[in-house]
């Protein structure tokens, strides 16, 4: 068992949680994830590493409240248990020869994307990052990669706050006026991070991209989290859990994700609701 030792809401639909898990807070590097259980029979669900303290033995998880069973782990609070906290699973974010990165956030990815940004400045990068919401009441983590970055850009899609449009938008100005980067990471949904590989293409910027798919088991045994990479002229099958999450954005098939990401909307909204009743009903 894995006790919730801190909660806290960062917006109406978002949820930050520090677990007690010191052997997974001792191993875990920017870019891993964990496979989590609320309790015994419940269903396993990934989750990115939002950061460690390996003093304390914590892991924090940042995840929106979006399924049946996210529903059921916010519904925890300080000082109850979940059932199982597995990891440090995948592989960590490279970060080796990258002196100048950008780090391009969307919605709740940018819980993951600030564990990177972190880690980038620790290793004394130039860091710049983009994150973008859909408006100013989702906003989340503002302060903590101004901390981290040398430059920070703020987008909503509706303009409430900071700069009106979406990430591309500063992405496609900062390159079209000769910046350089070693390396664009995009984490967030996947329809940003096709756009925003897509808008790095012509300047020839390596673009890293993190992946999560359907996910089962976390060791690649599964076959759930597969995508489809476009490689020398080849299609290449590979798995996040195992040989992700991050990919070359470049080979990713973004379409095919998208469509096996859609496959249980309308199963995961209906258990969606019958958590929702019986918690109503409690």
Do not use: W
Not at 76 to 82: F, L, Q
């Amino acid at each position: 068992m894995y006790k919730i030792v801190q909660k806290r809401s960062l917006n109406p639909t978002v949820t930050q949680m520090l677990i007690e898990a010191p052997l997974v807070a001792d191993k875990a590097k920017p870019g891993q994830f964990i496979i989590l259980r609320v309790n015994e029979d419940g269903e396993r669900i990934p989750l990115t590493v939002a950061g460690v303290d390996k003093d304390n033995g914590t892991v924090k998880i940042i995840f929106q409240i979006v399924g049946a069973t996210t529903k059921k782990l916010d519904n925890k609070n300080e000082g109850e248990y979940i059932s199982d906290f597995v990891g440090p699973l995948g592989m960590p974010t490279h970060t080796d020869g990258i002196k100048k990165v950008c780090i391009v956030g969307g919605g709740v990815g940018c819980a993951i994307a600030l564990p990177v940004a972190e880690e980038f400045r620790r290793l004394g990068a130039d860091v710049t990052s983009i994150i973008g919401f859909r408006n100013k009441d989702l906003l989340i983590l503002e302060d903590e990669f101004k901390a981290c970055s040398d430059r920070l850009v703020v987008m909503t899609d509706d303009g409430s706050y900071a700069r009106h449009g979406n990430v591309t938008v500063p992405l496609k100005e900062m390159l079209e006026a000769g910046e350089k980067f070693d390396m664009i990471i995009t984490i967030g949904p996947l329809i940003m991070m096709k756009f925003v590989t897509l808008t790095a293409k012509p300047f020839g910027v390596p673009v890293t991209v993190s992946m999560n798919p359907i996910m089962i088991d976390g060791t690649g045994m599964c076959g759930g989290c597969r995508l489809t990479l476009h490689r020398d002229g080849q299609n290449i099958t590979k798995f996040a859990c195992v040989d992700g999450p991050d990919f070359n954005g470049y080979e990713v098939d973004f379409d095919e994700a998208m469509s096996r990401g859609r496959m249980y909307t309308d199963f995961e909204r209906h258990a969606y609701e019958q958590i929702c009743n019986l918690l109503n009903k409690a």
